[in-house]
Every structure is written in C-alpha cells, then in structure tokens.
C-alpha cells in the first residue's frame, strides 16, 4: 500500500516540509559524490558508540542521510504527503522542535530495543514516524489516495488515514518483534515504532500555532 496524496488541505505553505525534503537530497548527492559507505560511516548514528556516549553529533546528522534512492524517495514521499498538514497545525519553529524530538527518540528507540550493534543507523524514517503519529491523531479521518499493487496490476483507492496509518504501524510492531534484541543490518523497524509513538504523545504536548 503506497500513498500517493491526501485530501487534507493546508493552512499555510510548508516552507519546513519543503526545506527538509531539498537538505534530505542535497545530502544524499553528496553521499553518492563521496561514497556511501564513506559518508555514512562517518554521520551515521552507531549504536555501540552512542551508547558509550561518544560521536553524539551523529544522532542528529543520521537523520539526513539515507541508504539509496528507494529509501530517500519513499521517506521524501511521506513527509511530503503527511508533513506539510503537522507543519500548518504546530507552525513552522514548533514543527522542527517536533520533528527533531521525534527523531531523536526514533534513534534511542532502536538503540535500546533493536540491539547496541556497530550497524549505522541512517534514514529520515524515524522523524517522518513521529509526523504519521501525529497525523493519525489529529486528522483520522482525512482521506489518503493509495495505490495497491497486486501481481501486474495496479488499483487506486482513496481511504482514512485511520486505517492506513494504522495499518503502517501494526506491520511496524510486528516486524520489530521479529527482530527484537537483533543486531543484525536492515530496515530499523524499533525506530519507525518510537517515532511514531513519540509522535502521538507530542502532537498532545506541542500547543497548535495561533491563527
């Protein structure tokens, strides 16, 4: 299930949304002009390290980096989708303070419960988890457009964002699950879970911008 757009129209432009998604690529080019394994190496967050606490820097530099084009393309494409509602709803400084907590729990989430490995942890996921929590809070049932594939074919419905986001987190828990306590590579479910999770409890915490 892959959203393509909502039906949520915005108060106000998202001149944060927008700014994040062109640092995001800005990053990624740079990432790909002097090597992956160079970059993120160097700027991702790694748990062991961490832990210990050194190379604290990297638990906000991880956030903008990303593994290849799918993982950078399907992360831009929810913030995208998703960020710009929360960005009207808090404003544009309260929504980088929320968007930078959630994130920061994202990493701690994983650090704690998806293993303390010498793995970087990289990726915006964790930070946009925090905004799909906040969505599924304040706007349930707004309608989201998404694509089902299915073998070679390809259907389109429109439906609340109650049941796909819903649906996004409990396929989240469950993957966790299966790799609780692991240190193996891959996807860093535990941080997609606390950063939706943090997400719901700030949305209630941070006051909703004055119009």
């Avoid at 074919?153 to 649906?167: D, E, H, T």
């Avoid at 606390?194 to 949305?203: E, R, T, V």
Wanted: aromatic share 18%; hydrophobic share 55%; with cysteine.
């Amino acid at each position: 299930m892959i959203p393509i757009k909502d039906d949520n129209p915005r108060s106000s432009f998202p001149f944060v949304t927008v700014a994040l998604i062109i640092i995001n690529i800005a990053v990624f080019y740079f990432e790909f002009k002097f090597g992956f394994d160079n970059v993120i190496g160097k700027f991702g967050a790694i748990p062991s390290f961490i832990i210990q606490g050194q190379r604290l820097e990297t638990l906000l530099t991880s956030m903008f980096l990303h593994g290849g084009i799918l993982h950078i393309g399907g992360n831009m494409l929810y913030l995208w989708i998703f960020g710009d509602n929360i960005e009207s709803y808090l404003g544009h400084l309260r929504f980088i303070v929320f968007y930078i907590f959630c994130g920061l729990f994202a990493v701690f989430a994983h650090i704690f419960l998806g293993g303390v490995s010498d793995i970087p942890m990289v990726g915006a996921s964790g930070a946009i988890a925090g905004i799909l929590g906040a969505y599924l809070i304040k706007y349930p049932k707004a309608k989201v457009v998404v694509i089902f594939p299915v073998f070679w074919f390809l259907f389109v419905r429109s439906i609340r964002a109650l049941y796909v986001l819903g649906i996004w987190f409990i396929l989240q828990v469950i993957s966790g699950l299966g790799t609780y306590g692991s240190e193996g590579g891959g996807v860093a479910f535990w941080a997609h879970i606390g950063g939706f999770i943090a997400g719901l409890i700030l949305i209630l915490i941070f006051p909703q911008k004055r119009r």
